[in-house]
């Protein structure tokens, strides 16, 4: 969004300065805006076993997950999406994964897809809790063999899960800071005492400023040099505050907020790391 602050017109900014003070109200359904999804037989002729499952989030609810795998791979990685991630629109973080010889276990959060309930903070933390203990309980992978990946919004969420259970590893793929940091860069300097963001409480709870300081395991961070959503600089502070002793930053040049997937090497620097971490 700082490339639609950097356009506004002379005119449109001197209308702002000239109006009343704008509040903005972020709510926390709003953090998680809910999309649907689509057939999943797309990936039936891909190569890979892909199987349809359910399994109950930490409170119970019911959700719906893909897990693909081609059998003999040792690694699973447990994708944790952002805002707006549905599973079958996400064709090019699927392929990005697991080209790199690697199971893979994706899942919708409450309020998306074919799954009852709405989106909020304590609701996809268990959303995300019950897929890891799904796969760990379930069907048996061992934590050592297990890397969460959390890309934007969902990258607190794999920092928090990596806080309370054992993994191998986590990428944090254009990782957002917290959403107060967010909001504090939307709006230029000039434009701040005109403009006020109301952030929803539970929102402010959540924060990779406060989880990645604690995190022990190896940590990706990956972003894009052109992200304007999550920019680069939010990676580079969590980079600076994670204190694990195996940490690595990649700024990939021209990179947006959601394109990383479809480049070479993005899926190059996955690979690296799911075989490498830890060394």
Known sequence: MRN???SFSAAAALALLL?????????????????RTIDPRYFESSGYALEEVRFPAADGLELEGWFISRGE???????IGGNGFVIAASYYIITSIIEQDVDLMVFNFRGYGTNP??????????????AYLYLTEQRGVAPADLILHGHSLGSILAAHAVNHHPAAAVVLESPL???KDLTSRLVPWILKPFVRFTVDP?????SNFQEVPKITVPILFVTGGA???TPKEMAEELYEAAVTNDKRLHIL????????PEREDYRKLLREFYHTAPE
């Open 4 to 6: 639609f602050f950097k």
């Open 19 to 35: 109006a009343s003070c704008t509040n903005i109200d972020i709510r926390e359904e709003d953090a998680f805006d809910v999309k």
């Open 73 to 79: 791979n040792e690694r699973t990685i447990l994708f």
């Open 117 to 130: 309930g709405s989106p909020t903070v304590e609701g996809v933390k268990a959303d995300v809790e019950g």
């Open 177 to 179: 800071t917290d959403a």
């Open 202 to 206: 539970a929102l402010l709870t959540v």
């Open 227 to 229: 992200d304007n959503v």
């Open 253 to 260: 040049e021209g990179g947006g907020h959601n394109d990383l």
